[in-house]
C-alpha cells in the first residue's frame, strides 16, 4: 500500500489538491515546516534571494496549499508526503558560505515523508543521519548538487523503502569526518573500515528496493562494492566521476533490470565484464574515461534497446577487422564515443546506418581517408574527429546541417578550402579546425554565425585579408585564427564578448585600431609575429579585464603606455622585440596583478560553460623549457621588454612586482644601477637584464631571490662583487656575468680582491644550462612566450543544450572555494 503510494507520487502525478475538504495538515507538521523556514530566513545572509516558492508559507494558511508541498490526499490525515525543495536558494553571494545542514532538521519531525528533494542549494557540511534515519517512509531522496560532505551517514542504509537516491555533485567520501558535532549526535558509531577509508560502504547494499542511486562527482575511492549486486531492482546506477579504481564487479550482468550503467571518469581497470552482455535493458552504458583495457566487445551492438555507448578514454582496443567487413549492430545509438580505440582504417561505414546518432565522437584514432558524404547526411549534432589522420576537402553538405552545433575536426589533414556555406549551418556553437591544412580565405558567412562561441582556425594555411562583418550580437568568446598567413589591418572589432583573442604569427600590419577597447571583456590578446607598427594604443587600458598582452615580435615603435600600468588583471606582458623607446614607466612597480600573489578572481577557466583545460604551458627561454604546472597558469606573471630600444634607468618601483616570475628587459639601452629593490622579487624564476649598460655592482639583495634558477647579467658594465646565497651560489658559471667590467666572486671562479680567496663549491650538473646563451642568441628568441590552450569539448548530449544547472550556478555566484575541485 506504502509502496503504490510511493511509486504514485514519484510518478509526479497531481492529485486533487484543491478539493474542499476541511481537513487540514497536522499541525505539528506545519509548525515543522515554519521552523525550518524561518531558520533558513534567519541564517542566510541579507544578499541571499528570497528563497522560490517559501513566501507562499504563511502560516495562516493549510501547509497543503503551500507551494512545494504536497500532502496524502487520500487519508483523512492530510499528512505532508512530498517537500519539493529544489533550488530553493538559488543563489548565494560569492563570499557566503553554504546553508549549514544543520538547517534541515526541522524537517526531520515530519515522517510521513515519501519524497524529499532539497537539491541544488548550496546546503554544507554533514548529512544529518539521526534527523533522515527518522524518516523511515521515504522512497525518494533527492540531495544532488549541494556541498555535504563527509561520509554518508550509516543511518541513511537504514531507509529499507529508498528507490531512488542521488547523492551525486556533493563532496562525499567515505571518510568518517572528525567533526565534533557529529559524533555528539550519532546514536551508534560504526567504526567500520569502510568508513575510514574512502569507499562506498558496503552497507549500500542494505536498500534493496534501490531503483536509481547516483553518487555521481563526489570522491569515492577504492572498489565498487560487491553488495551492489543485491540490488536486484535497481535499473540506473551512476557512479562516475569519482576516483574509484579495480574492477568492475563480473556479475554485473545479473542486475538485469539495469538500463543506464555509469562507471565514467574513475579509475577502473581490467575488462569490460561479458556479463554485461545479459543486460537486455541496458540503454546507457558508460565506462568512458577509465583504465579499461583488451578488446571492445562487438556483442554490445546487439543490445537492442542501446543508445548511449560511451567508451572512449580507455585503454580498449577495436577490432579493425570487423570495421571494414559487415558490422550490423541491432542497436540505434544516439551517442557514440569510440575515443582512443585504435580504430584505424577509413571512418567505419556501418555507422551509416546510424540515423540516431546526435553524437559522436572518434577521436584520437588513427582513421584516414576523407570525410565521408553520407557522414555530412547524417544531420549529427556533435561531430568530434579530432586528432586522426583525415584528409580531403570538408563536403559542403555538411553545412547545410541545422542540427551541427559541435564540430571538432583539429590535428587533421583536411585541405582545400572552407566550403562558402559555412555560415549556413547556424546551429554551430564550436568549431575547432587548428592543425589541418586548410587554406584560401576564411569565409565571410562565419562571422555571422549567432551561436558561435568557440573558433579555432589556427595552424593553417588561412591566407588573404580578413575584414570580418560580425552580427553585432554574436556571441564569439574565443577565436584563434593564429598561425596561418591571414595579412592587412587588424580588424577593428571582434564583437563585445570577444574573451581570448589570438591573431599571432599571421601577417597583419598597419595599426593597433584605437577601438580595441571595445572588446570590453577581453582577456587574451595575443598579435606576436605580425607586421604591426605604430604606438601601442594607450586605450587598451581600458580593457580592465584584460590578463594577457602578447605584441612580441612586431614593429611597434613610440613610448609603453603608463596607462598600461592601471589595468588590473594584467599578468602576462610581452612587448618584446618591437623598437619601443623612452622609459619604463616607474607605475609599472604598480600592476596589480603582478604585484600579488594571489589568485585571481577572473579566471580564464570561467569562460564557457564547459571546461577549458590549460594544457602544457611552457615558458621557453633561452630553449630551456620551465614546465609549470597546470594548476599555477592562474597565478602566472611574466613581463618580457627584451629586444627594443628602452633606456633610461631600471625604475627601483618594479621590485615591487612580488608575483612576477620572469622578467627579461635584456637587449635595451638602460644605463645606471641594478635597483636593490629587485632583492623583493619573491617569485622571480628568470632574470634577463643581459645586453644592456648596466653598471655599478650587483645588489647583495639578489640573495634574496629563492626561486631564481635563470639568470644573464651579461654584456653590461657591472662591477664588484656577484652576491652570495642559496640560489645564487648554484648560478655558477661565466656565461651569466660575462663581458661585463670587473665582476668577481666564485660563481665566475674569480677571487673578489678584498675577499680572501672563496672555497669553490663543484658546480652543480642539472643547473648548467646546456643550451647557452650563445645558441640562444642565434636562434634570436625564436620562441614565443607560449601559452597552449587545448579545449576540451565536453560533450553529453543536451550539454550544450541545457547546462548542468550546478556549474551553472557555481559559476555565476561562487562557492568555488568548496567546488574548486569537481569543477
Ligand atoms: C527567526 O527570526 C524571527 C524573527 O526575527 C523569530 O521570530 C524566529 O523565532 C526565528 N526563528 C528561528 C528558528 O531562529
Ligand atoms: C497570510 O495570509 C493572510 C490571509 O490570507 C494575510 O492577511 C497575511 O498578510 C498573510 N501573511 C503573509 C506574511 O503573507
Ligand atoms: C541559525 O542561527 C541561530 C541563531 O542565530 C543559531 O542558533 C542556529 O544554529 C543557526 N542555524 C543554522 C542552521 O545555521
Ligand atoms: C564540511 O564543510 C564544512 C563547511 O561547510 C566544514 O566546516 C567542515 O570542516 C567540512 N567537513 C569535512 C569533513 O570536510
Ligand atoms: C525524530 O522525530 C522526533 C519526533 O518527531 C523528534 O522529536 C526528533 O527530534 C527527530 N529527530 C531528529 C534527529 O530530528
Ligand atoms: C544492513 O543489513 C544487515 C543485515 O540485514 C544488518 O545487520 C545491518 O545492520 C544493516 N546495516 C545498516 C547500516 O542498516
Ligand atoms: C581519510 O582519512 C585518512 C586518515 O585520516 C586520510 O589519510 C585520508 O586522506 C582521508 N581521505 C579523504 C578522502 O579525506
Ligand atoms: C578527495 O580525495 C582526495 C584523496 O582521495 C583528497 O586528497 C581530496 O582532498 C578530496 N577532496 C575533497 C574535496 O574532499
Ligand atoms: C524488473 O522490472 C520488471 C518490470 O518493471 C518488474 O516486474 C520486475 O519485478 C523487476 N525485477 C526485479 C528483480 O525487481
Ligand atoms: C569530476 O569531473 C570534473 C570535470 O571533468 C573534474 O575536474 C574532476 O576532477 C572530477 N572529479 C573526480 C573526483 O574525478
Ligand atoms: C594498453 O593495453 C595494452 C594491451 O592491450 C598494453 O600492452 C598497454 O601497456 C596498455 N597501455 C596502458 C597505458 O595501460
Ligand atoms: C585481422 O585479420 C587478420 C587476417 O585477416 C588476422 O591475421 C588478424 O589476427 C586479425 N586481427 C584481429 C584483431 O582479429
Same mark, same amino acid.
Given at each position: 500500500?506504502?509502496?503504490?503510494?510511493?511509486?504514485?507520487?514519484?510518478?509526479?502525478?497531481?492529485?486533487?489538491?484543491?478539493?474542499?475538504?476541511?481537513?487540514?495538515?497536522?499541525?505539528?507538521?506545519?509548525?515543522?515546516?515554519?521552523?525550518?523556514?524561518?531558520?533558513?530566513?534567519?541564517?542566510?545572509?541579507?544578499?541571499?534571494?528570497?528563497?522560490?516558492?517559501?513566501?507562499?508559507?504563511?502560516?495562516?494558511?493549510?501547509?497543503?496549499?503551500?507551494?512545494?508541498?504536497?500532502?496524502?490526499?487520500?487519508?483523512?490525515?492530510?499528512?505532508?508526503?512530498?517537500?519539493?525543495?529544489?533550488?530553493?536558494?538559488?543563489?548565494?553571494?560569492?563570499?557566503?558560505?553554504?546553508?549549514?545542514?544543520?538547517?534541515?532538521?526541522?524537517?526531520?519531525?515530519?515522517?510521513?515523508?515519501?519524497?524529499?528533494?532539497?537539491?541544488?542549494?548550496?546546503?554544507?557540511?554533514?548529512?544529518?543521519?539521526?534527523?533522515?534515519?527518522?524518516?523511515?517512509?521515504?522512497?525518494?531522496?533527492?540531495?544532488?548538487?549541494?556541498?555535504?560532505?563527509?561520509?554518508? +551517514?550509516?543511518?541513511?542504509?537504514?531507509?529499507?523503502?529508498?528507490?531512488?537516491?542521488?547523492?551525486?555533485?556533493?563532496?562525499?567520501?567515505?571518510?568518517?569526518?572528525?567533526?565534533?558535532?557529529?559524533?555528539?549526535?550519532?546514536?551508534?558509531?560504526?567504526?567500520?573500515?569502510?568508513?575510514?577509508?574512502?569507499?562506498?560502504?558496503?552497507?549500500? $547494499?542494505?536498500?534493496?528496493?534501490?531503483?536509481?542511486?547516483?553518487?555521481?562527482?563526489?570522491?569515492?575511492?577504492?572498489?565498487?562494492?560487491?553488495?551492489?549486486?543485491?540490488?536486484?531492482?535497481?535499473? !540506473?546506477?551512476?557512479?562516475?566521476?569519482?576516483?574509484?579504481?579495480?574492477?568492475?564487479?563480473?556479475?554485473?550482468?545479473?542486475? +538485469?533490470?539495469?538500463?543506464?550503467?555509469?562507471?565514467?571518469? *574513475?579509475?577502473?581497470?581490467?575488462?569490460?565484464?561479458?556479463?554485461?552482455?545479459?543486460?537486455?535493458?541496458?540503454?546507457?552504458?558508460?565506462?568512458?574515461?577509465?583504465?579499461?583495457?583488451?578488446?571492445?566487445?562487438?556483442?554490445?551492438?546487439?543490445?537492442?534497446?542501446?543508445?548511449?555507448?560511451?567508451?572512449?578514454?580507455?585503454?580498449?582496443?577495436?577490432?579493425?577487422?570487423?570495421?571494414? &567487413?559487415?558490422?550490423?549492430?541491432?542497436?540505434?545509438?544516439?551517442?557514440?564515443?569510440?575515443?582512443?580505440?585504435?580504430?584505424?582504417?577509413?571512418?567505419?561505414?556501418?555507422?551509416?546506418?546510424?540515423?540516431?546518432?546526435?553524437?559522436?565522437?572518434?577521436?584520437?584514432?588513427?582513421?584516414? $581517408?576523407?570525410?565521408?558524404?553520407?557522414?555530412?547526411?547524417?544531420?549529427?549534432?556533435?561531430?568530434?574527429?579530432?586528432?586522426?589522420?583525415?584528409?580531403?576537402?570538408?563536403?559542403?553538405?555538411?553545412?547545410?546541417?541545422?542540427?551541427?552545433?559541435?564540430?571538432?575536426?583539429?590535428?587533421?589533414?583536411?585541405?582545400?578550402?572552407?566550403?562558402?556555406?559555412?555560415?549556413?549551418?547556424?546551429?554551430?556553437?564550436?568549431?575547432?579546425?587548428?592543425?589541418?591544412?586548410?587554406?584560401?580565405?576564411?569565409?565571410?558567412?562565419?562571422?555571422?554565425?549567432?551561436?558561435?562561441?568557440?573558433?579555432?582556425?589556427?595552424?593553417?594555411?588561412?591566407?588573404?585579408?580578413?575584414?570580418? @562583418?560580425?552580427?553585432?550580437?554574436?556571441?564569439?568568446?574565443?577565436?584563434?585564427?593564429?598561425?596561418?598567413?591571414?595579412?592587412?589591418?587588424?580588424?577593428?572589432?571582434?564583437? !563585445?564578448? &570577444?574573451?581570448?583573442?589570438?591573431?599571432?604569427? *599571421?601577417?597583419?600590419?598597419?595599426?593597433?585600431?584605437?577601438?580595441?577597447?571595445?572588446?570590453?571583456?577581453?582577456?587574451?590578446?595575443?598579435?606576436?609575429?605580425?607586421?604591426?607598427?605604430?604606438?601601442?594604443?594607450?586605450?587598451? @587600458?581600458?580593457?580592465?579585464?584584460?590578463?594577457?598582452?602578447?605584441?612580441?615580435?612586431?614593429?611597434?615603435?613610440?613610448?609603453?603606455?603608463?596607462?598600461?600600468?592601471?589595468?588590473?588583471?594584467?599578468?602576462?606582458?610581452?612587448?618584446?622585440?618591437?623598437?619601443?623607446?623612452?622609459?619604463?614607466?616607474?607605475?609599472?612597480?604598480?600592476?596589480?596583478?603582478?604585484?600579488?600573489?594571489?589568485?585571481?578572481?577572473?579566471?580564464?577557466?570561467?569562460?564557457?560553460?564547459?571546461?577549458?583545460?590549460?594544457?602544457?604551458?611552457?615558458?621557453?627561454?633561452?630553449?630551456?623549457?620551465?614546465?609549470?604546472?597546470?594548476?599555477?597558469?592562474?597565478?602566472?606573471?611574466?613581463?618580457?621588454?627584451?629586444?627594443?630600444?628602452?633606456?633610461?634607468?631600471?625604475?627601483?618601483?618594479?621590485? !615591487?612586482?612580488?608575483?612576477?616570475?620572469?622578467?627579461?628587459? @635584456?637587449?635595451?639601452?638602460?644605463?645606471?644601477?641594478?635597483?636593490?629593490?629587485?632583492?623583493?622579487?619573491?617569485?622571480?624564476?628568470?632574470?634577463?637584464?643581459?645586453?644592456?649598460?648596466?653598471?655599478?655592482?650587483?645588489?647583495?639583495?639578489?640573495?634574496?631571490?629563492?626561486?631564481?634558477? &635563470?639568470?644573464?647579467?651579461?654584456?653590461?658594465?657591472? &662591477?664588484?662583487?656577484?652576491?652570495?646565497?642559496?640560489?645564487?651560489?648554484?648560478?655558477?658559471?661565466?656565461?651569466?656575468?660575462?663581458?661585463?667590467?670587473?665582476?668577481?666572486?666564485?660563481?665566475?671562479?674569480?677571487?673578489?680582491?678584498?675577499?680572501?680567496?672563496?672555497?669553490?663549491?663543484?658546480?652543480?650538473?642539472?643547473?648548467?644550462?646546456?643550451?647557452?646563451?650563445?645558441?640562444?642568441?642565434?636562434?634570436?628568441?625564436?620562441?614565443?612566450?607560449?601559452?597552449?590552450?587545448?579545449?576540451?569539448?565536453?560533450?553529453?548530449?543536451?550539454?550544450?543544450?541545457?547546462?548542468?544547472?550546478?556549474?551553472?550556478?557555481?559559476?555565476?555566484?561562487?562557492?568555488?572555494?568548496?567546488?574548486?575541485?569537481?569543477?
Amino acid at each position: 500500500m506504502k509502496l503504490t503510494m510511493a511509486k504514485f507520487i514519484m510518478l509526479g502525478c497531481l492529485l486533487f489538491l484543491s478539493s474542499g475538504f476541511a481537513l487540514t495538515c497536522p499541525d505539528d507538521q506545519k509548525q515543522a515546516l515554519i521552523q525550518f523556514k524561518s531558520s533558513i530566513l534567519n541564517n542566510s545572509t541579507t544578499s541571499l534571494s528570497f528563497p522560490q516558492g517559501l513566501e507562499s508559507w504563511n502560516s495562516s494558511l493549510d501547509c497543503c496549499q503551500w507551494m512545494l508541498v504536497t500532502c496524502n490526499t487520500r487519508s483523512a490525515l492530510r499528512q505532508v508526503v512530498s517537500l519539493d525543495l529544489y533550488n530553493f536558494v538559488s543563489s548565494l553571494p560569492p563570499e557566503a558560505n553554504p546553508v549549514d545542514s544543520s538547517a534541515l532538521s526541522p524537517l526531520f519531525r515530519i515522517k510521513s515523508l515519501v519524497m524529499l528533494d532539497i537539491s541544488s542549494n548550496y546546503i554544507g557540511g554533514l548529512i544529518p543521519g539521526d534527523g533522515i534515519a527518522n524518516l523511515t517512509r521515504l522512497a525518494h531522496l533527492d540531495m544532488r548538487d549541494n556541498s555535504f560532505n563527509g561520509s554518508i +551517514s550509516p543511518q541513511l542504509f537504514g531507509l529499507r523503502n529508498l528507490q531512488y537516491l542521488d547523492l551525486s555533485n556533493n563532496l562525499l567520501s567515505g571518510n568518517l569526518s572528525k567533526d565534533v558535532g557529529f559524533l555528539q549526535n550519532l546514536r551508534v558509531l560504526n567504526l567500520d573500515e569502510n568508513l575510514i577509508t574512502s569507499e562506498i560502504p558496503q552497507e549500500i $547494499g542494505n536498500l534493496t528496493n534501490m531503483q536509481k542511486l547516483s553518487l555521481r562527482r563526489n570522491n569515492f575511492s577504492g572498489g565498487i562494492p560487491q553488495s551492489i549486486l543485491s540490488l536486484r531492482k535497481l535499473e !540506473a546506477l551512476d557512479f562516475s566521476n569519482n576516483s574509484l579504481s579495480s574492477e568492475i564487479p563480473v556479475e554485473i550482468g545479473s542486475l +538485469s533490470n539495469l538500463t543506464s550503467l555509469s562507471l565514467s571518469k *574513475n579509475r577502473l581497470g581490467g575488462g569490460i565484464p561479458p556479463s554485461i552482455w545479459k543486460l537486455s535493458k541496458l540503454s546507457t552504458l558508460q565506462l568512458d574515461q577509465n583504465l579499461l583495457s583488451g578488446e571492445i566487445p562487438l556483442w554490445l551492438f546487439d543490445i537492442e534497446g542501446l543508445k548511449i555507448l560511451n567508451l572512449g578514454g580507455n585503454n580498449l582496443t577495436w577490432n579493425n577487422n570487423v570495421t571494414s &567487413t559487415s558490422l550490423a549492430p541491432k542497436c540505434a545509438l544516439s551517442q557514440l564515443s569510440l575515443r582512443s580505440c585504435r580504430i584505424s582504417g577509413h571512418i567505419p561505414h556501418w555507422l551509416s546506418a546510424q540515423d540516431n546518432l546526435i553524437f559522436l565522437d572518434l577521436s584520437e584514432n588513427e582513421l584516414e $581517408g576523407p570525410f565521408p558524404d553520407w557522414l555530412a547526411e547524417l544531420n549529427i549534432g556533435n561531430i568530434i574527429l579530432s586528432d586522426n589522420k583525415l584528409s580531403g576537402l570538408l563536403p559542403p553538405r555538411l553545412f547545410q546541417s541545422l542540427n551541427l552545433s559541435v564540430l571538432a575536426l583539429s590535428r587533421n589533414k583536411f585541405s582545400g578550402v572552407l566550403p562558402e556555406n559555412i555560415g549556413d549551418a547556424n546551429e554551430i556553437m564550436i568549431l575547432m579546425l587548428g592543425d589541418n591544412n586548410l587554406s584560401g580565405p576564411i569565409p565571410q558567412s562565419i562571422w555571422g554565425i549567432y551561436r558561435l562561441l568557440q573558433l579555432d582556425l589556427s595552424r593553417n594555411n588561412f591566407s588573404g585579408k580578413l575584414i570580418p @562583418s560580425f552580427n553585432p550580437l554574436a556571441l564569439l568568446a574565443y577565436i584563434d585564427i593564429s598561425s596561418n598567413r591571414l595579412s592587412g589591418d587588424i580588424p577593428a572589432s571582434f564583437g !563585445a564578448r &570577444t574573451r581570448i583573442l589570438r591573431l599571432g604569427e *599571421n601577417e597583419f600590419s598597419g595599426q593597433l585600431p584605437p577601438n580595441l577597447s571595445a572588446m570590453s571583456k577581453l582577456e587574451y590578446l595575443d598579435l606576436h609575429n605580425n607586421f604591426i607598427t605604430g604606438n601601442i594604443p594607450k586605450s587598451l @587600458s581600458q580593457i580592465s579585464t584584460l590578463q594577457v598582452l602578447d605584441l612580441r615580435n612586431n614593429s611597434l615603435e613610440g613610448q609603453i603606455p603608463e596607462a598600461l600600468s592601471d589595468i588590473p588583471n594584467l599578468r602576462i606582458l610581452d612587448l618584446s622585440i618591437n623598437n619601443l623607446n623612452g622609459k619604463i614607466p616607474p607605475k609599472f612597480g604598480n600592476i596589480k596583478a603582478m604585484a600579488e600573489r594571489r589568485d585571481l578572481e577572473v579566471s580564464l577557466a570561467d569562460i564557457f560553460n564547459f571546461q577549458i583545460e590549460f594544457n602544457d604551458l611552457q615558458v621557453i627561454w633561452k630553449k630551456s623549457f620551465q614546465g609549470l604546472p597546470n594548476h599555477n597558469l592562474e597565478i602566472y606573471s611574466l613581463m618580457d621588454l627584451s629586444m627594443n630600444r628602452i633606456s633610461g634607468e631600471i625604475p627601483a618601483s618594479l621590485g !615591487a612586482l612580488k608575483g612576477l616570475k620572469l622578467l627579461n628587459i @635584456s637587449h635595451n639601452n638602460f644605463r645606471g644601477s641594478i635597483p636593490s629593490t629587485f632583492g623583493g622579487f619573491e617569485s622571480l624564476e628568470s632574470l634577463d637584464l643581459s645586453h644592456n649598460n648596466l653598471s655599478g655592482e650587483i645588489p647583495q639583495t639578489f640573495a634574496n631571490l629563492l626561486q631564481l634558477n &635563470t639568470l644573464d647579467l651579461s654584456n653590461n658594465k657591472l &662591477t664588484g662583487p656577484i652576491p652570495r646565497g642559496s640560489q645564487m651560489d648554484r648560478l655558477i658559471g661565466s656565461n651569466y656575468y660575462d663581458n661585463n667590467s670587473d665582476l668577481c666572486g666564485m660563481q665566475i671562479d674569480k677571487p673578489c680582491p678584498e675577499l680572501l680567496p672563496p672555497e669553490y663549491s663543484p658546480e652543480p650538473e642539472e643547473d648548467r644550462s646546456k643550451d647557452s646563451l650563445f645558441s640562444w642568441k642565434a636562434a634570436c628568441i625564436g620562441f614565443p612566450v607560449g601559452l597552449v590552450i587545448t579545449v576540451l569539448v565536453m560533450y553529453f548530449s543536451g550539454y550544450f543544450s541545457l547546462p548542468p544547472k550546478h556549474h551553472h550556478h557555481s559559476q555565476r555566484h561562487g562557492l568555488q572555494k568548496t567546488l574548486t575541485p569537481f569543477l
